[in-house]
């Protein structure tokens, strides 16, 4: 490939790239940054809810926690949840798996509870597990 055309390519990508990343990071600012797909209200059929913000979860009426996402590589359907409040968790375990539905089940997310890191990865030595159902 000549010089002068891979250059054009790499001036052309990177002020793309650069153009993308500028206006994500104005959007940040802004507050208006795109919400993952599990964020919202949720129930799960018994009368019990789950709240997901971009910074916390709340199940039922217990105080809400805080998380952070640790997922490392996604389709957009699957998504590793840290928890980082400290002290004891009702419901909630440490770590969370969330595998969002599909087809016609996209209001739908299957929580699975760890209490390692290493067993989400691993997908062993699961606490629990709950389908909930997007409130709408």
Do not use: C
Request: overall charge neutral; proline content about 1%; glycine content about 8%.
């Amino acid at each position: 490939m000549p010089k002068a055309l891979l250059l054009l390519l790499l001036i052309v990508f990177g002020t793309s790239i650069a153009s993308i990343t500028t206006s994500r990071t104005a959007l940040a600012n802004r507050g208006s940054v795109v919400a993952e797909p599990y964020a919202g209200d949720w129930s799960n059929g018994r009368g019990e809810t789950l709240k997901i913000t971009g910074s916390t979860i709340r199940f039922a009426n217990d105080k809400a926690v805080s998380y952070r996402d640790v997922t490392r590589a996604t389709d957009g359907k699957e998504f590793n949840l840290e928890i980082t409040t400290e002290g004891k968790l009702n419901y909630l375990t440490k770590f969370l798996h969330i595998s969002m539905g599909e087809g016609n089940k996209q209001d739908e997310m299957k929580m699975t509870l760890y209490d390692s890191r290493k067993d989400m990865e691993d997908g062993e030595n699961s606490q629990g597990e709950a389908t909930w159902y997007r409130d709408k």
